[in-house]
């Protein structure tokens, strides 16, 4: 593990890869880490990319930056393009899901500068964010006192991973993985305080907004999508693709939400087809 100081605060990521190869930025979602990405992760620094997994600050990451940092959608995008300028990355390739993939949306809308292409997996976009019944659970984190309550049981495996909690995202789960997501939040207030600034932050008319504005972006876009997701359905990434001036759609079997998790490997050579791409 690796850390940096931002304006934000010091976050801590994972680097893999040769220093000169073509960099690649992970962004996950509300309470999971970079670790969600460490299968794809590992596959394409094997092949030669430069890869950064970085803990963002939204309730499972292990420091909680300063306590007037802006820590909106919008405040993590701006967060994410100063991790890009502090390590001085160029022509990135961006990737997102979940939560993250709404994020990964705002930084287009905020500052694209540094990012070459961009890959979504299943994610929030237009008035999903967040899709029935996570709504609820993003709400309830506005209040951490009343949602760290909420979490206590998931110190437990087996509640962590039922269906009313990581259960309904993955067909695949790591037990010790699924515990460093959830411990942070219930042992750290200023992880709490965090994850509820980004929670008071969602605003679904704010991303519909900036989907209108997506086709600004003029770099390629992939749309990776798990087939199996019961909330983030192909046909939101069709409905995305069309916002945007150079994107497809890939679906991928056996996969629900946390695609990476599902299919790494899958996910691994269809971002290392799609960066080979040459332009029209």
């Not at 996570?134 to 509640?159: C, D, G, K, S, Y």
């Not at 010790?176 to 509820?196: E, F, I, K, N, S």
């Amino acid at each position: 593990m690796s850390e940096i100081t931002l304006p934000q605060g010091t976050v801590r990521y994972r680097e893999r890869g040769p220093a000169d190869g073509p960099a690649v930025l992970f962004v996950h979602g509300f309470l999971g880490n970079g670790t969600l990405w460490d299968g794809v992760a590992e596959r394409l620094a094997q092949r030669g990319m430069r890869t950064f997994q970085p803990d963002l600050p939204l309730g499972a990451h292990p420091i909680a930056l300063d306590p007037a940092a802006d820590l909106s959608p919008r405040g993590v995008a701006r967060l994410i393009a100063a991790f890009a300028a502090a390590l001085e990355l160029e022509d990135v390739t961006l990737v997102g899901n979940d939560s993250g993939g709404a994020v990964c949306q705002f930084l287009l809308d905020t500052d694209p500068s540094r990012i070459g292409r961009l890959v979504l997996t299943n994610c929030d976009a237009f008035e999903a964010f967040p899709p029935k019944p996570f709504n609820l659970i993003l709400q309830a984190a506005r209040r951490p006192w009343l949602f760290r309550a909420a979490m206590e049981p998931t110190r437990a495996t087996a509640v962590r991973h039922s269906p009313l909690a990581f259960g309904l995202l993955a067909h695949r789960l790591d037990p010790a993985q699924t515990r460093d997501w959830v411990l942070p939040y219930l042992t750290d207030a200023g992880v709490r305080r965090d994850a509820a600034k980004f929670c008071r932050g969602v605003d679904p008319r704010e991303l519909t907004a900036v989907a209108s504005r997506l086709r600004r972006f003029d770099g390629p876009v992939l749309l990776c999508w798990g087939k199996d997701d019961r909330f983030f359905k192909p046909a939101l990434a069709h409905r995305l693709q069309a916002c945007f001036a150079d994107a497809r759609v890939v679906e991928v079997d056996d996969a629900r939400t946390f695609v990476p998790i599902d299919q790494p490997a899958r996910v691994a050579d269809e971002i290392t087809a799609f960066t080979a791409r040459v332009p029209a």
